[in-house]
């Protein structure tokens, strides 16, 4: 079992910058892909980025490229996701997910979720 909680949302003007941090608890979290994905409301849950176990890979969608940077500490047991020059479109609720052994791929891809973060971005 993998538990994951996320944190660093909020509010923040367009052109801003905001950390998210997701806590992982679980003996083999380290084995697991990570990807961070994002749903707004009356949209579909989409990929924003992703990294494997070891950190050696990382994947972004086309519409973060640039912006967004994915990294991990397997010893902290932690995933980040540093967002910046962020644009009212990025606002959404943020969830962290956790697959074993996955590198990339959709939602259906991974085992474990977080309750999310809200993103708001005013323009």
């Known amino acids: 079992q993998v538990q994951l909680v996320e944190s660093g949302g909020g509010l923040v003007q367009a052109g801003g910058s905001l950390r998210l941090s997701c806590a992982a608890s679980g003996r083999t979290w380290s084995a697991y892909g990570m990807g961070w994905f994002r749903q707004a409301p009356g949209k579909e849950r989409e990929s924003v980025a992703s990294i494997s176990w070891s950190g050696g890979s990382t994947y972004y969608a086309d519409s973060v490229k640039g912006r967004f940077t994915i990294s991990r500490d397997n010893a902290k047991n932690t995933v980040y996701l540093q967002m910046n020059s962020l644009k009212p479109e990025d606002t959404a609720v943020y969830y962290c997910?956790?697959?074993?052994?996955?590198?990339?791929?959709?939602?259906?891809?991974?085992?474990?979720w977080g309750q999310g973060t809200q993103v708001t971005v005013s323009a």
């Open positions: 997910a956790a697959g074993r052994m996955v590198v990339t791929g959709p939602a259906s891809s991974y085992d474990y």
